[in-house]
């Protein structure tokens, strides 16, 4: 066994993860689509130890390597149970973890994070790449599903369903088949007031979650449909319709969660003018006040332009879609 170092990407959500039939498993409530991101990227270094105990190091906001909080090295290290469980490898390991990212530019960072983990921890228990399916189904032992999404390339979408007990995510397109870009308006840099982990629990209590379901297979329908299609006018409002009802599942919740900020309504407001005057710009939200605009490649310079001077957006991030984790030779140092 010897050290192994793994980057792996974030993703956006078209249809979303929102609700789970086991929370603890990371078993979604529905079926989700998302598009795997390029340069939002995770990295981490898995070394197998002699000692007793798993050692976690982040990379902060400082820049330095450091032991990890509390709260992120039990989730680690409880990652690492189940992926010893699963793999039949009982080594402690130290990880050191960090994000291309910037730290505070609200980007959520469990799925590339925990998909990075498994990777590495595969390459340096096993000794070889561990196959898409697998990494998939190891990622979301994590107990992030979106991390699940994150093993593969391009559009991937997550069936969730009770036909396969594992879970794994597939492929519906890979990343050559639509160039896809998206621009992140940063309205939010502080961790959101309620965990996705919450927010999951507390789905089901929402007056509206049964009618969210049955309109969800429709609304996958027209994703898969717009996706294989390329065709950015039929995709729009689906993403839309679909990012604000996840939100209106949260604000109805018992007790509601509530993640807007007054100017992610002013970023909608402006996605939905750059519409009207003829920009490809859809706009979609995770569990946070951050907004991610789609946007077509010859669509993107006037959606960053717009999105900078859009009042309480403190920063616009530019990613594309990509094409998935892989091993690399840089140590996280
Ligand atoms: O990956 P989790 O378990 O933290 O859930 C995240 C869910 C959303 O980001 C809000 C939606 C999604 O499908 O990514």
Same mark, same amino acid.
């Given at each position: 066994m010897r050290p192994a170092t793994a980057e792996a990407p974030a993703n956006i959500a078209l249809i979303k993860y929102w609700g789970a039939r086991d929370l603890d498993s990371a078993l979604p409530a529905n079926p989700s689509i998302s598009m795997t991101l390029s340069s939002c990227l995770s990295r981490c270094t898995c070394e197998p130890l002699d000692g007793a105990e798993d050692r976690v190091e982040f990379r902060g906001a400082d820049g330095r390597l450091a032991p990890a909080d509390e709260a992120f090295a039990a989730r680690v290290r409880r990652h690492l149970d189940r992926l010893r469980a699963r793999t039949g490898a009982g080594v402690r390991c130290r990880i050191r973890t960090e994000n291309t990212f910037p730290a505070g530019?609200?980007? +959520?960072?469990?799925? %590339?994070?925990?998909?990075?983990?498994?990777? $590495?921890?595969? =390459? +340096?228990? !096993?000794?070889?790449?561990?196959?898409?399916? @697998?990494?998939?189904?190891?990622?979301?032992? %994590?107990?992030?599903?979106?991390?699940?999404?994150?093993?593969?390339?391009? &559009?991937?979408?997550?069936?969730?369903?009770?036909?396969?007990?594992?879970?794994?995510?597939?492929?519906?397109?890979?990343? @050559?088949?639509?160039?896809? /870009?998206?621009? #992140?308006? #940063?309205?939010?840099?502080?961790?959101? *007031?309620?965990?996705?982990?919450?927010?999951?629990?507390?789905?089901?209590?929402?007056? &509206?979650?049964?009618?969210?379901?049955?309109?969800?297979? +429709?609304?996958?329908? =027209?994703?898969?449909? =717009?996706?294989a299609a390329r065709d950015f006018a039929a995709l729009a409002p689906t993403v839309e319709e679909e990012a604000i009802d996840l939100h209106l599942i949260a604000l109805s919740s018992r007790p509601p969660v509530f993640?807007?900020?007054?100017?992610?309504?002013? #970023?909608? !407001?402006?996605? /939905?003018?750059? /519409?009207?005057?003829?920009?490809?710009?859809?706009?979609?939200?995770?569990?946070?006040?951050?907004?991610?605009?789609?946007?077509?490649?010859? *669509? @993107? @310079? $006037?959606?960053?332009?717009?999105? #900078?001077?859009?009042?309480?957006?403190?920063?616009?991030?530019?990613?594309?879609?990509?094409?998935?984790?892989?091993?690399?030779?840089?140590?996280?140092a």
């Open positions: 530019a609200g980007m +959520a960072s469990s799925a %590339s994070g925990f998909c990075a983990l498994a990777l $590495a921890f595969g =390459a +340096a228990v !096993e000794g070889r790449p561990t196959p898409p399916r @697998e990494l998939s189904i190891r990622a979301r032992l %994590s107990g992030s599903g979106s991390a699940t999404r994150s093993a593969l390339g391009g &559009y991937v979408e997550w069936p969730g369903d009770e036909g396969d007990a594992d879970c794994p995510a597939r492929a519906l397109f890979d990343a @050559e088949h639509w160039d896809l /870009r998206d621009v #992140v308006a #940063v309205v939010q840099t502080e961790p959101k *007031s309620v965990s996705s982990l919450d927010g999951h629990r507390r789905a089901a209590t929402s007056p &509206y979650f049964e009618r969210r379901l049955a309109e969800l297979p +429709a609304r996958l329908d =027209a994703v898969r449909e =717009a996706l993640y807007w900020k007054p100017s992610t309504l002013a #970023v909608l !407001e402006r996605v /939905r003018r750059l /519409r009207d005057e003829g920009v490809d710009a859809a706009a979609t939200m995770d569990a946070g006040a951050n907004v991610h605009v789609l946007c077509t490649a010859a *669509s @993107e @310079e $006037a959606v960053a332009a717009a999105l #900078v001077r859009v009042e309480g957006v403190s920063r616009v991030l530019r990613d594309r879609v990509g094409a998935g984790p892989r091993l690399v030779e840089d140590e996280v």
